[in-house]
């Protein structure tokens, strides 16, 4: 079945530093790919997302490609800041959406 | 956008009791979800709750464990019946549209379980 997988957290960083959250996917189709975030305290949101192969999802500073080829879709940010302090979770969407298990981020001022 | 609310927040119960969740959305949706997320796990669609009609439960979630009403566009709530300490979990609710992408799925603050 279809499943994603997240690098697990917490991921703790400086301010200023970059990036990376890795995230892969299974799929028997060609599923869109997103990433939520989940700030303290709130629900979640959408953070960006990719509909097909080689598409660049990008918000507020993040990015993330959509390979098919490696079947990932890393979220990137060059720059992160305090308030980017949360949990980001990979999710595919075919019949119906699956999450990963989420990536709780720390960002040291 | 939509602005959904949950009460209750967090809460602490025992074993072999019930409760009901409930989901308010500032704005009328067609389908509406709970989702389940376990410690230290991904989110699990639990059911969609279309008004209406009853609900659509997933493979290993079944309605009299997981009683669901949608009395209206605006509103659902879920029962936990009969817990135990593996029901705890965060459960959160959600409207949207699966199967159709778009944009605009947005979740519910969540409920924070804890069964003793």
């Known amino acids: 079945g279809n499943s994603v997988t997240q690098m697990e957290g917490p991921v703790t960083l400086s301010e200023e530093a970059f990036l990376t959250i890795n995230c892969t996917y299974t799929?028997?189709?060609?599923?869109?790919l997103f990433w939520y975030v989940q700030y303290p305290g709130e629900g979640l949101q959408l953070l960006l997302k990719?509909?097909?192969?080689?598409d660049k999802g990008s918000n507020k500073g993040f990015e993330a490609t959509y390979r098919k080829e490696t079947t990932s879709f890393h979220l990137e940010k060059g720059s992160v800041q305090v308030s980017d302090s949360a949990v980001y979770f990979c999710?595919?969407?075919?019949?119906?959406?699956?999450f990963g298990k989420g990536t709780r981020l720390h960002i040291l001022p | 956008s939509a602005v959904i609310s949950q009460k209750p927040s967090r809460d602490i119960c025992q074993r072999g009791t019930s409760l009901t969740i409930q989901c308010q959305v500032d704005?009328?949706?067609?389908?509406m979800f709970w989702y389940r997320q376990q410690p230290g796990q991904s989110l699990t669609l639990i059911a969609t709750?279309?008004?209406?009609?009853?609900?659509?439960?997933e493979s290993g979630f079944v309605i009299d464990k997981f009683p669901i009403s949608r009395p209206n566009l605006t509103f659902s709530t879920l029962t936990v019946s009969n817990m135990s300490p593996e029901d705890s979990s965060i459960y959160l609710c959600?409207?949207?549209?699966?199967?159709?992408?778009?944009?605009?799925?947005?979740f519910g603050p969540g409920t924070r379980l804890l069964v003793l």
């Open positions: 999710a595919l969407e075919d019949d119906k959406i699956i």
């Open positions: 959600s409207v949207g549209q699966t199967g159709v992408y778009q944009e605009t799925q947005y």
């Open positions: 990719a509909t097909k192969a080689d």
């Open positions: 704005s009328q949706v067609t389908m």
């Open positions: 709750a279309n008004q209406g009609s009853e609900a659509t439960y």
């Open positions: 799929a028997t189709g060609y599923p869109s």
